[in-house]
Each structure stands twice: as C-alpha cells, then as structure tokens.
C-alpha cells in the first residue's frame, strides 16, 4: 500500500515511468513526455500527457474541493468514478474514453486522452460545435440505463451495484443541497445571483409554496427511485466533442436514480444555453428533440431485445411490453422536465454557475438572460407532471 500523496507534473512523470503498462502506451523515454495541466471543474486534478506512442489523461481526487482548499472532502470519488466506468464501459464504451488504471491508494485514474475534442460547453461558446452532438447522448443515456436497470438483469445483480454506489454518499449529498435544496432556501450562504436586479425572483422562488412542493416531489423521486445506474453530473461540461465524435467524463457523482436525472441534466444545460443565446432556441429544440428520439430508440429497443433478462416485466407479452415501454417513457420524460427545472434555476443562483451566460455583452442582458431562465425553470418543475413528449416540454419553453 502506498500512502496518498498529491502528484505535480513531476509526480505523475515518475508515476507514469514507473507503471509498464502506462508508460509502453506513450512510449520513449520519460523526459521527453510532454505534460500539462487542464484541470477546470471544481473537483479534481487533471492533466494531459503525451508520449511518441501515444497520450494518457490523468485524474487525481485531492482531499478538499479543488477550488476551495477549506471544503474538506475524502478521497473516494475517483474510486466511484473507475467503479461506474467499468460498469458502463461494456454498454456505452464507444461514447467514453477507455480507463486504463485505476490506483486505489493514490486515488488516481489514467485513461485515454481525447484529443483534439472539446469541452461541449466551450464548443457551443465558440460555436465549433456539430449540430447533432445530441444522437449520441441519446444513445449513451439510453442504453446506460436500460442495460443497468432491473429489466435488463437478475435483481441480484442490481441490488451489488445499487449497494456500492450507495456508499457515493459525498457526492450524493452535494446533489441534494446543491441542485435539490439550497437554491430554495433564504439565506442559504452558498446560494449568489445577480443583485439587485434579480432579487425580486430569486424572493418569489424561496417563498413560493406551490414551487417547494414540487421541488420536495423530485427530491423524493431522485432518493427513493434507484431504476438505473446514473451518471450523476451529465452537463455540457462532462461531455467532449470532435466533429461527430461525442465522448461522456467525469462520471464521479454516479448513484442508483431515476432516469430522468441524467436525461433531465443534460436538457437542462441545453436549455440554459438557449437562454443565454436566443438565437440558438430553435437548434437547442432540435438537440432536445434528437436526444429524445435517439433515447427512446436505444431505451425501447434494447427493451424489446433483452426485456425479460430481469426479474421486472418477464411475464408481458409482446403488447404488454410495448404498453410498459410507452409508459415508461412516459414517467421518465415527467421526471426528465422535472429535474431540467432545477438545473436551471441551481446554476442560474446556486453554488456552481454556468459560464453560458458571459454570451451576454451586458450586465442588463445576462440579467434578463438570467431571469428567463429562472421563470422557464419555474415552470418545468411546476408543470413536470403533465409533460409525457418533448414537445409538451418544449411548449413550456416556447410559450
Ligand atoms: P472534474 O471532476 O474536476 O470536473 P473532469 O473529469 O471534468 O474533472 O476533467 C476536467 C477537465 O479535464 C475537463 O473539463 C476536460 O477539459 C479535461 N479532460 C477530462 N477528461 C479528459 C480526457 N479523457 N481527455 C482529454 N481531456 C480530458
Ligand atoms: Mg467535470
Ligand atoms: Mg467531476
Ligand atoms: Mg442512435
């Protein structure tokens, strides 16, 4: 067992020239390797290195929150993160980099290095992104939480993955103060916004009734519905791009959850994109409606497929299960439009922001950017139970 210690650029070169199999990959000799650091959430350590062979990303948990030194935080997520890769990778491998090795004592990861892909945010800022990146995230959404869920395996086998990523109770909590909880709370410390001019929405939000009952209806649903394996964090941020290549990241937040959670993420930061770029509603609508279909596509087919592999659902007929399938997606676009609601408003006021808005020139723009936001986000989750088809979503939206 070797003791935990942070690397620096030195510490991952002897890291890496003393790993064979890490080193064989960028070949040559240790010198030579080129590194740098790209770390940018707010989590972790990150860093890039190249080889003649070939390239490695490394990942690094710290013991407290990258950005604040104070926020003491354990260790463990990169354990999460390796577990919930190797759990995926055989449904989803082509839409992630692969994961090489994982180091339980230094709490680290290497894995493929993308490149020359992009940040899926910062591709949409510098408009170098494809139209269509959504068919993949369908795709990888789709397939992800069908092949982890009870129909799709003995409840044995779910209840081992269910019991481990259970333990991801860090992370969890950050979900449930941070997007499920303080953005409704007065006074809550973490929680900042544009003021004055958005004070008077962020009050209505934290005084409204209505809004905390349904807000306590998606926290039940995100604590108490564990019907896949969840990657936890899916916004714009945790996905790269290349042209049509389209990879997910950062799985570190994953838990057992409602599908809507990830789907409802991902619409989420669409969403906040288009409010920050008006102009972009009508190709963020497409990107909604084309993430739908290729989810449903990939969700009901594999359904179809491998449907009576699991102990839920074995007994339908073929008309039962397409009556199961429609329901389903039914339930699953509800929760979806549900959680959209709090992404937006949580990175509109809460902790972590989204950077969608500096598309803004002015401070009266973003505000206004801001507050459109803030209302449509009122409204998914104020409406989340009567949405059963992205256009009804959407209708919410646009209206
Ligand atoms: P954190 O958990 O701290 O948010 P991420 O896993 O999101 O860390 O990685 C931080 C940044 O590192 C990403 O935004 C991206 O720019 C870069 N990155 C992460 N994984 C890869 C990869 N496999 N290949 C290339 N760059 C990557
Ligand atoms: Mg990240
Ligand atoms: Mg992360
Ligand atoms: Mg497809």
Redesign the pocket.
Known sequence: MTAYRTLDIEGWRAYLASTPDLASRLGGRSEGWQLRE?????????F?VSGPLG?L?C?QSLPHV?VDPDWKMPLT?TDF?ARYMRAVAPHVGHLM?ALYHFDPDLHLLA?????P???LR?ALATGVAAAGFSARIGEYVGRAAFLTSWRARPFEAVTEQVAAFAANTTLTRITVDLVLTAPYRAGCKRNHWLSPELDDIVGELQSDPQLASAVSRLQERFLTAPQALLHG?LHT??I?VDGDDV?V??G?FALYGPIGFDAGLYVGNLLLHAAANPGRLDWMCDEIETFWRHFERNYRTLWSERGRSGDIGALLDDSGQQQAQVAACHAIMKDLTGFAGLEMIRRTIGYAQVSDYDARPNRAERAEAMREALMQGRALILHAGRTETPGALLDLITL
Do not use: A, Y
């Not at 790209?38 to 990150?46: K, P, R, T, Y």
């Not at 894995?111 to 490149?115: D, N, R, V, Y």
């Open positions: 790209v770390s940018d959430g707010n989590l972790n350590n990150v890039l390239g990303c990942k990258r997520r993160e980099p894995m493929e290095s993308l490149t892909h992009r940040v910062g964090d941020g945790s790269m990879r990241i950062d570190e």
